[in-house]
């Protein structure tokens, strides 16, 4: 009971220190688990036994005979299935190609070279080395983006780092499942032509029943035949079944079957999809916190020293400054990205949750099956992730100052809301060359922004999806422009900190008295202008002009014109070097007149 619940403590502890610290939560985990394991043994237990022993023996153990294995098998299809469901066909069609090359000959590079890196250091057999450079291509969202998420990058970098994390996490996955089945059919010897048969028995019946019951299950709660409040849980059911149907028909194609699965039903256009992800996500949190505390545990003290030697720390150098740099620079021929740029993407690469969690239900399926040099997949896998977080986490910020790649000032403009207004200032200021991302919960707003050519995302301000969005890295100013008045007042309070560095400003709301006097200065644009009244002129309007002024009495008069004005809104003074200075309450009490100063306004040109 004690260790059961010192588990699931410790594991929630982790991720709690993890957000603190804001670092990937794998490091605290396993770090945890080799203390309350191996080291305790080692050196702080006085009878010489773990602090948690996961597996009995004889005297005590939290999970009898093949149980751990089972619980972990459930544990990593769960995972598996909720990373699928991440991985969106037309995410991959978009985000260009030098991503899509980095998931495809960046991968390929990577699974030779550091299997045959391997198998010549360790002397391991090609099946096992190829199996652990399947595992290692893995990076992941959840170890880059705490990493990367104070570190101001050029957007071009930063997108290439999380979607290549993102998209490669489910290709990672498989890749990995179709080559370990691969070896489980052999024993670990010579492939024989049945061996070939059972290997395509596994990946037709594992595809087969993915997306089998990926329609099916789609079809179930589009037509309501599953009550609202059982859906998480049935899907949940589901997953379970799934694996352990397939694997009833195949041994061991229940995994590819619940990666099939997630991707399957994660490119269905249905609502259902994001509360169900949300429940697999917070579900994958908890198995997680669990997992990895039990998987670093159950590594024993010998298996550690396997790779406490000169060839691991060889083996790492060799990943971490050939075979990385090899796949992105070869992936990056003939792209815009800058060599620093291409550099920078080349140190960072820490491996992730994926990784390890896959390396120790493999380590641990094909020690029982008596397969020679499975004892060195978890220590090396781990070896890396460990490895690499603990590498970047450490000098990913210096390293971009070296490199170049980081930003002294974040000049990015989130915008929240995506209404008419939002989109003729977006497009204004994107057509000047700035960085500009609106968001919205409405999916025509959306829609409508994105025909413009702009960047916009469908998201929830009450959700921390922005918080841990690395692409977001160089936003610095921050308008809040929502018909809602505590919608507004609420982004400005939750991201100021993060995204206003430069400015926080948001519209004045209906009867505000919205001028200086009382405090206001984060008033945009005019104090007698609120989102309906800006909407009116954009709707008889939908322009943004710029206006010479020659005097300084030009510059207040047109300001005063501007009040209680229908027709056109001031938003932005315009400098003679080009600089873009949003008006405010204070900009417009604070500016002096300039010579070649410009009003940049909404509305009827002058």
């Given at each position: 009971?004690?260790?059961?619940?010192?588990?699931?403590?410790?594991?929630?502890?982790?991720?709690?220190?993890?957000?603190?610290?804001?670092?990937?939560?794998?490091?605290?985990?396993?770090?945890?688990?080799?203390?309350?394991?191996?080291?305790?043994?080692?050196?702080?237990?006085?009878?010489g036994?773990?602090?948690?022993?996961?597996?009995?023996?004889?005297?005590?153990?939290?999970?009898?005979?093949?149980?751990?294995?089972?619980?972990?098998?459930?544990?990593?299809?769960?995972?598996?299935?909720?990373?699928g469901?991440?991985?969106?066909?037309?995410?991959?069609?978009?985000?260009?190609?030098?991503?899509?090359?980095?998931?495809?000959?960046?991968?390929?590079?990577?699974?030779?070279?550091?299997g045959?890196?391997?198998?010549?250091?360790?002397n391991?057999?090609?099946?096992?080395s190829?199996?652990?450079?399947?595992?290692?291509?893995?990076?992941?969202?959840?170890v880059?983006?705490?990493?990367?998420?104070?570190?101001p990058?050029?957007?071009?970098?930063?997108?290439?780092?999380?979607?290549?994390?993102?998209?490669?996490?489910?290709?990672g996955?498989?890749?990995?499942v179709?080559?370990?089945?691969?070896?489980?059919?052999?024993?670990g010897?010579s492939?024989?032509?049945?061996?070939?048969i059972?290997?395509?028995?596994?990946?037709?019946?594992?595809?087969?029943?993915?997306?089998?019951?990926?329609?099916?299950?789609?079809?179930s709660?589009k037509?309501?035949?599953i009550?609202?409040?059982?859906?998480n849980?049935?899907?949940?059911a589901?997953v379970?079944?799934?694996?352990v149907?397939?694997?009833?028909?195949?041994?061991?194609?229940?995994?590819?079957?619940v990666?099939?699965?997630?991707?399957?039903?994660?490119?269905?256009?249905?609502n259902?999809?994001k509360e169900?992800?949300?429940?697999?996500?917070?579900?994958?949190?908890?198995?997680?916190?669990?997992?990895?505390?039990?998987?670093?545990?159950?590594?024993?003290?010998n298996?550690?020293?396997l790779?406490?030697?000169?060839?691991?720390?060889?083996?790492?150098?060799?990943?971490?400054?050939?075979?990385?740099?090899?796949?992105?620079?070869?992936?990056?021929?003939?792209?815009?990205?800058?060599l620093?740029?291409?550099?920078?993407?080349?140190?960072?690469?820490?491996?992730?949750?994926?990784?390890?969690?896959?390396?120790?239900?493999?380590?641990?399926?094909?020690a029982k099956?008596g397969?020679q040099?499975?004892?060195?997949?978890t220590?090396?896998?781990?070896?890396?992730?460990?490895?690499?977080?603990?590498?970047?986490?450490?000098?990913a910020?210096?390293?971009?100052?070296?490199?170049?790649?980081?930003?002294g000032k974040s000049?990015g403009?989130?915008?929240?809301?995506?209404s008419?207004?939002?989109?003729?200032?977006?497009?204004?200021?994107?057509?000047?060359?700035?960085?500009?991302?609106?968001?919205d919960?409405?999916?025509?707003?959306?829609?409508?922004?994105?025909?413009?050519?702009?960047?916009?995302?469908?998201?929830?301000?009450?959700?921390?999806?922005?918080?841990?969005?690395?692409?977001?890295?160089?936003?610095?100013?921050?308008?809040?422009?929502?018909?809602?008045?505590?919608?507004?007042?609420?982004a400005?309070?939750?991201f100021?900190?993060?995204?206003?560095?430069?400015?926080?400003?948001?519209?004045?709301?209906?009867?505000?008295?919205?001028?200086?006097?009382n405090?206001?200065?984060?008033?945009?644009f005019?104090?007698?202008?609120?989102?309906?009244?800006?909407?009116?002129?954009?709707?008889?309007y939908?322009?943004?002009?710029?206006?010479?002024?020659k005097?300084?009495?030009?510059?207040?008069?047109?300001?005063?014109?501007?009040?209680?004005?229908?027709?056109?809104?001031p938003?932005?003074?315009?400098?003679?070097?080009?600089?873009?200075?949003?008006?405010?309450?204070?900009?417009?009490?604070s500016?002096t007149?300039?010579?070649?100063?410009?009003?940049?306004?909404?509305g009827?040109?002058i």
């Amino acid at each position: 009971m004690l260790e059961l619940s010192g588990i699931i403590i410790l594991g929630i502890l982790a991720q709690w220190i993890a957000w603190k610290f804001r670092i990937p939560a794998i490091l605290p985990l396993i770090i945890i688990g080799l203390l309350v394991g191996p080291l305790a043994s080692e050196f702080f237990s006085a009878d010489g036994t773990k602090w948690i022993e996961p597996i009995w023996n004889g005297n005590k153990g939290l999970f009898p005979g093949e149980s751990l294995f089972h619980f972990v098998s459930l544990a990593i299809s769960i995972i598996l299935f909720e990373g699928g469901l991440t991985l969106k066909m037309n995410e991959i069609k978009n985000v260009g190609p030098v991503i899509t090359k980095l998931i495809t000959l960046g991968s390929l590079i990577t699974f030779v070279f550091a299997g045959i890196a391997v198998h010549y250091i360790f002397n391991l057999s090609w099946e096992i080395s190829f199996l652990f450079s399947a595992l290692i291509i893995v990076t992941g969202p959840t170890v880059i983006s705490p990493i990367l998420r104070n570190i101001p990058l050029k957007n071009d970098v930063s997108a290439v780092l999380k979607w290549e994390g993102i998209l490669i996490d489910p290709i990672g996955a498989l890749v990995a499942v179709l080559v370990f089945e691969f070896i489980s059919v052999g024993g670990g010897h010579s492939f024989t032509f049945t061996a070939l048969i059972e290997f395509a028995k596994i990946v037709l019946f594992g595809s087969t029943f993915g997306f089998a019951f990926a329609h099916a299950l789609n079809f179930s709660l589009k037509k309501g035949l599953i009550p609202h409040y059982l859906i998480n849980v049935f899907v949940l059911a589901a997953v379970l079944g799934v694996f352990v149907l397939s694997n009833s028909f195949a041994h061991e194609s229940g995994l590819l079957a619940v990666v099939v699965m997630g991707m399957v039903l994660g490119n269905f256009n249905a609502n259902y999809l994001k509360e169900v992800l949300y429940f697999k996500e917070a579900l994958s949190v908890l198995l997680i916190s669990i997992l990895f505390i039990l998987l670093a545990a159950n590594i024993n003290m010998n298996e550690l020293l396997l790779i406490f030697n000169w060839n691991a720390l060889i083996l790492f150098g060799i990943v971490i400054l050939l075979v990385r740099p090899l796949g992105v620079l070869l992936s990056t021929v003939n792209s815009t990205l800058k060599l620093n740029e291409k550099l920078f993407i080349s140190w960072v690469g820490p491996r992730g949750i994926v990784a390890a969690g896959i390396a120790s239900l493999f380590g641990l399926k094909l020690a029982k099956q008596g397969v020679q040099g499975a004892e060195y997949i978890t220590p090396l896998v781990f070896m890396i992730v460990l490895g690499t977080v603990l590498l970047n986490a450490t000098t990913a910020r210096f390293f971009a100052k070296v490199m170049g790649v980081f930003l002294g000032k974040s000049e990015g403009i989130l915008i929240i809301g995506a209404s008419e207004v939002s989109r003729l200032i977006a497009k204004y200021l994107v057509d000047k060359n700035r960085e500009v991302v609106l968001i919205d919960t409405n999916i025509e707003n959306i829609k409508n922004a994105q025909e413009l050519g702009l960047k916009a995302m469908e998201v929830d301000i009450h959700t921390d999806e922005l918080i841990d969005d690395i692409e977001l890295n160089n936003v610095g100013y921050l308008m809040a422009l929502t018909g809602s008045a505590q919608i507004n007042d609420y982004a400005i309070k939750k991201f100021k900190k993060q995204f206003g560095e430069n400015g926080a400003f948001r519209l004045k709301a209906k009867d505000e008295n919205g001028t200086i006097e009382n405090g206001h200065d984060d008033i945009l644009f005019s104090e007698s202008h609120d989102f309906i009244s800006l909407s009116n002129v954009a709707v008889n309007y939908p322009f943004v002009n710029e206006i010479a002024l020659k005097s300084a009495q030009e510059f207040k008069a047109f300001f005063n014109n501007a009040k209680d004005n229908d027709e056109m809104v001031p938003i932005f003074i315009k400098n003679g070097n080009g600089r873009l200075d949003v008006i405010t309450n204070s900009t417009k009490e604070s500016t002096t007149f300039e010579g070649e100063t410009s009003i940049v306004y909404l509305g009827k040109k002058i």
